[in-house]
């Protein structure tokens, strides 16, 4: 959405990242603005989805699953992980933007029977946002944030005390909407308008309440023992059992294309500067696990795709990346398989894989969290990962083979591995055994559509387990700064302008090899 920049305080506020009151669109004092919960909401459904894709992904992927490809350089700190107030910045501007929208819409809805939908919605996003500010950065401006010139200096809250607040939204949030489903003459009810993720997919209110819960879910699975949550349940509305799926209209037309879309509007492309992993692909090509049919419907090239360990550039030399990159799967922009992770210019984006959901189940259930049996929730997230994978770009699994069958594939690929307990969960015989392989189909599962989600699940868990430093051992590269025994960063700094403008609210003392998030091993 385009905002308006304040004119006045402009040395103080366009510093000011933490409240980003400088992006609002509601106090401009010099020009008329206006704006409605109607247009705000649905932007700031994309903008979070795309906060995810083209923000958050690409961070988690360099990290856990892609590695440089031969005839490039300038890898920097992507390789060194030798972090700066510099790196990745824009995870934290990129989340503060649209959590300022979002605050928007609940100040305009807050009290307004018309608008619970919207007011809830809003909630479940901001939670949303929000943990993937602390699950990056632990310590942040939440309570006293989003306030603008009222205060530019926000402090820190701690990320334990943020987490226990949105588990809390989140039943606020499903609290609104059945308050809304109970009085529906009186209720601006969501369409494909303003509703671009669930509209067209069904009871679109009933998905935005299994998103609240599996994001609560998430919250207290991944806080374990750290946080003493107010409530514990969750609703009887379950968990999500379908993809978080947004697409406000993508198309063939400059400006307008799919983020997922490798190609430009001419069918160009430039050869990419990222190959698969080596530690990636043994859980493809028989080193760790067969995975024949994934692995065919996520690389350019497949039974034998070029890989490299992250952080080679010379000893062996590593293959050059393809074209448009070494994951569309087709010959051109023209001739493609429409399936995968870059279905069409016209695909949706993914906010939360319905993969995602069984995986935090499984878990939950081996922890006591819910009640329930882990291992059909284990072959479930299994499932879900082939569903996804081999829809197509309207979001429809095809009707002919070889896309048409990911159940029947599911259970084959749990055959062609039923001596791995990572793979055939019976086999799994201890709680930390479960764990392992709950959290490695979940590495597999969100490979580079949620590779956020992945670093933050290998930080806290230790899996996918590393047992070494050769290529099939460690996802960590070879030039590596880390002082940790695995090699890995455990976070990212904060960013610089919050020292310039900031500086006493920040916390001090933060070591990216060293300082852990909350939850963190």
Known sequence: MKK???????????????????????????????????????????????????????????????????????????????????????????????????????DQT?????????????RILTAYTTQLLVDAYNDVPYSDGLKGAVNISPKYDKGTDIYKDLAAQCDTAITLINSGLANTLNVLPFTAATDPMFSQAGPNMLFWKQLANTIKLRLIVRAGSKVTFNNTNFSADG???????????????TGKLSPYWPWTITNTGSTSSRLPSTFWMSYYNGVKLTDDKRGAVTFRVWPNPPTNQLGNETNPNPPNGQTPNAFFKGTSALIWDKVGIQKGFDAGIV??????????????????????DPTTAFN????????????????????????????????????????????NFALALTTEQKIEAIITQKYLALAMIASHESFNEYRRTGYPKVTGTLPTETMASTVSLSTRPDKMPTRVLYPLNEFNTNQSNVPTGIEKFSSLIFWAK
């Open 4 to 106: 308006l920049v304040y004119l006045i305080a402009t040395v103080f506020i366009l510093g000011n990242i933490s409240c980003k009151k400088y992006l609002d669109i509601n106090d401009d004092p010099n020009r008329f603005t206006s704006s409605t919960p109607e247009l705000v909401l649905p932007q700031a459904i994309v903008a979070a989805t795309l906060l995810t894709t083209n923000t958050y992904d690409p961070y988690g992927s360099d990290l856990m699953y892609r590695a440089n490809a031969g005839g490039f350089s300038g890898f920097g700190t992507v390789i060194s992980y030798d972090y700066t107030t510099s790196s990745f910045t824009g995870l934290w501007t990129g989340a503060y933007d649209n959590l300022n929208d979002l605050k928007y819409v609940k």
């Open 110 to 122: 807050a009290g307004k029977t018309k608008y619970v939908y919207f007011n809830a919605a809003a």
């Open 239 to 253: 968990f999500l059992a379908t993809d978080a799926i947004t697409n406000p209209g993508y198309t063939k037309t």
């Open 351 to 372: 906010l939360m894989l319905a993969a995602e959901s069984y995986f935090l189940q499984a878990e939950a259930m081996v922890r006591g969290i819910i009640p329930g």
């Open 380 to 423: 479930k997230g299994i499932e879900a990962s082939f569903t996804y994978l081999y829809k197509d770009n309207t979001n429809t699994l095809p009707t002919v083979a070889p896309y048409n069958a990911p159940a029947a594939d599911a259970t084959a690929y749990r055959t062609a591995n039923a001596t791995k307990y990572i793979a």
